[in-house]
């Protein structure tokens, strides 16, 4: 499955970022993709930069494209099902950033 998930991460990473105009989607990175067993569905989580109602804007359009970017994934990949595609965004770069912060504030982060 983990090759799957990989798959599928790299043809939706390629199609936001080179076919999808939606002004909505700003910097968007996608992070990794859970597919079912039975690859019916498949979360895929987004990174976005930017204030929560950015954020929101953002996974918006990705939701309004998920159709688009589903056809693309069935047709490179030619898997037995195409699966449904569910956007979810992912804050754990945030959640290091602000690690990494604390640690600088406390003198213990990466030597500068």
């Known amino acids: 499955m983990r090759r799957v998930n990989e798959a599928v991460r790299e043809v939706v990473s390629a199609h936001i970022a080179e076919d999808v105009a939606d002004p909505r989607i700003g910097f968007v990175t996608v992070t990794g993709v859970e597919t079912s067993a039975d690859l019916r569905s498949a979360?895929?989580?987004?990174?976005?930069?930017?204030?929560?109602?950015?954020?929101?804007?953002?996974?918006?359009?990705?939701?309004?494209?998920?159709?688009?970017?589903?056809?693309?994934?069935?047709?490179?990949?030619?898997?037995?099902?195409?699966?449904?595609?569910?956007?979810?965004?992912?804050?754990?770069?945030?959640?290091?950033?602000?690690i990494t912060e604390l640690l600088a504030e406390e003198g213990r982060g990466p030597a500068r």
Not at 50 to 60: M, N, P, V
């Open 43 to 98: 979360r895929v989580f987004v990174s976005i930069l930017g204030e929560q109602q950015e954020r929101d804007a953002a996974l918006a359009g990705l939701a309004s494209a998920s159709g688009y970017l589903q056809q693309r994934v069935g047709e490179e990949l030619r898997l037995k099902r195409t699966p449904t595609l569910d956007f979810v965004h992912d804050d754990s770069i945030r959640h290091g950033m602000r």
